[in-house]
């Protein structure tokens, strides 16, 4: 076998420097994976994340004053490393939208979970017709809506008395002029913007001044409620009670009932019926 | 202790004192404490890729941050190997085409290569005659003195009459371009045999040197025994080539001539997943031709007619027999005995059943039985624990190299893919707030992006060997033999991995294989 030493030799060689980048830059890889970052003259330290959740496509992400990043159209969560322990404030923000703000505790090779509530400014409100108009109509029928028809038993038997919603393991309810939320699931499995409330196994979502009308879940989110408060109309409140406050946005004037079918809210106020979409 | 040669079969006989004549089929054949010990062998491999499976599934629950930084040093790992063997398969490409192209009777010119014979053994089942017809086809068109090719065409009893009629009409065809034609008929039920290529391939060789060789007095020394799967076509300077590595070798009856299996036959019509194996098989072999040190023998391959009376010949008792000869072999010549790259192509069959249903089924149970080689791990660890003759060190060496190659083939592809993503699943809570929870998909992700970008290199190999698009063919198919190498960590997982694990799981608990016949069909031109 003539040729085998000088192949054995290259095969040697080639294999020494696929070691050498295997045992130089497998260290590195896992040092940044877990959240070792390089500094200024050359300290290496530890940092934490952040990963941001129900982030609109086009969006843009500021940290401490910052801009970070704008998120592509097609993605809706944001994963932000290297950050210094300590607290953050987090901005999100879409053009005609309100701004969504938050302050977070960074701690060493952790990641805090934001969860991001964009509600638009004007959202797309219709109203759901009462009567097919005269010229569609077929001969011999009384003209009445079935679409209004149906929604109107609906929200006639939505009674707020003894109400409770739950979604994705997340439980809400009303009491009085209070409305709690308690975590279901496993409890090491609960969430960040649910505070793990051992002896009162129930968080205080939201201390109302005037009479709570109706609440529900934020269509498509168990992290965000509905509520219709009289005197503050229906609004958007985020459970999340991390500083600086609980993000809440108005979204109709008026307070009365509602309900959210198939991520869309229906409103019904007075005889109308109102259509109203968040995205 | 090791029990006689002199035994009749039945009673479990045990030839391993003399290891020119170490057959050992399974632990079945042995008694008592040596039974005990092939057994323990036998288990062996598949109890170390399921330990290493369920130590990575459990470790996701217990231990997932420990895992996640075994998994990113697996997957840089997983990227260098696979640019490493790139490495390799570029290298053996450029060799083959500058094979191709070479004029090997230039380059034995002065070389007295008159006096090889080359007797060749193609063993058939029941494949049809416009198969074995297209082999005997190149073999008659080799270029080559053809009046020097003893041909055997190999049937079995129990195909029936209509094998025996096919093989006799073929002899009549084309007895007169070879030296010699021999038709024989393996018998069915012979004892201590299991039905497959192994017992026919033998009984043909004992056949031929009786009725050829002694017969006609060639000189065994001078002989080569080529043994073809019966869809093998040669290219038109096989037999130049191997005369030239065989002339080449300081001692030729020390060496196994593996030439490099290309499955190129009925390429075009066969199915993606069924080109994808067929080319990953190509690829691994002309990477295995780059590694000459654990280079062994495969499907069709050639050794000297020395080497194999040394050995006593193919096993009759095993389905792996093509790998099996070359470690037979290797204990006959106390471990001096290796394998010689030849660089150069033979044209075999794709997996290409009558339905995609059947290819997927076919390609499953051909890749098993490829991968019940691991047969060979009992046969060779027994066999270096009695054996002193062969250095320690060289015992060691082959053994774990060949029982890595298993242990990856089974494992490797299953943590990459499957279990690369399940700390983050199973992790738990407190797991699943760390960055490095955050990490490990993002970084396993990119890194198999890159590792695939390294297959763009089995991509371009794979369409220059490639034969010509036949007219009734769309250009496009160009096309989805690229895109067709997106497939890999499919087929590797469901074509290579689990049928691996399948075969060492059944060697495992006793569950010994039988050979099973690649069904071949190819369309009527």
Redesign the interface.
Known sequence: ??S?FS??RR?NI??GI?SA??FL??PL??F????YSLRTGFHVVK???I?LLFLPGGSSVSVDGKFYKKIPVFSDQL?I?GLNTGIHTIRAEKENYYPWIKRLEIKA???AVGYVLLVPVNPEIKNIPRYIPITGRKPGVDGQSRQYADLSVILQKNNITGKIRIKKKVVIWREGKRIFARWKGRK??TPEFLVDNFFFKKNLIYQAKGEILDFDFYPGRNDTILISEHGHGIFTLEMDKRPPYQNAHKIMVNACNFAVINDIIYVHENEKIILVRLE | MLQSASIPAKKKIMPAIDFSRYKAGNALEFSGRQKFIYRALEIFPGLLSWSTLAVCVAACFIAPMQI??FI??FD??WL?KT??LS?HLWNNWKKMEKNLKTDWKLKLAGRDYTEIWHLVILPFYNESGQIIEKSLKALAEADYDTKKLAVVLAAEEKAGKNAEELASGLCKKYKKHFGYFLVSIHPENLPGEQPGKGANTSWACSLARKKIIEKNHLPEKNIIVSVFDIDTVIYPQYFLCLSWNYL??KNPELAAYQPVPVFNNNIWEASAVSRLMAYSCTFWHMIQQ????RLTTFSSHAHSLTALKKSGFWQKNIVSEDSRIYWNCFFASRGNY?T?PMVYPVSMDANAGKTWLETIINIYKQQRRWCWGVENIPYLAFGFLFNKEIPFFKKIYVFITQLFDFWSLATNPLIIFILGWMPVLFG???FN????????P??TRNLMIITMLSLSVCAAISVRLMPELPERMKKTRFFHVIMQWVLIPVTINFFSALPALDAQTRLMFGRYMNFWVTPKHRRKN
């Not at chain 1, 940044?32 to 959240?35: A, D, E, N, T």
């Open positions: 076998m003539p085998v192949h054995i095969k080639i294999i696929l980048v295997f830059s497998v890889i896992i940044y994976s877990s959240g940092t934490g994340g990963n994963f490393q090779q952790k990641v090491k499995m | 996640s930084i990113i040093a840089v790992y260098l640019l490493y490495i080449e070798q780059e590694t000459v040190n290796y010689v738990g809570t407190q707030t760390t960055v490095l929870s955050y990490n490990l993002i970084v």
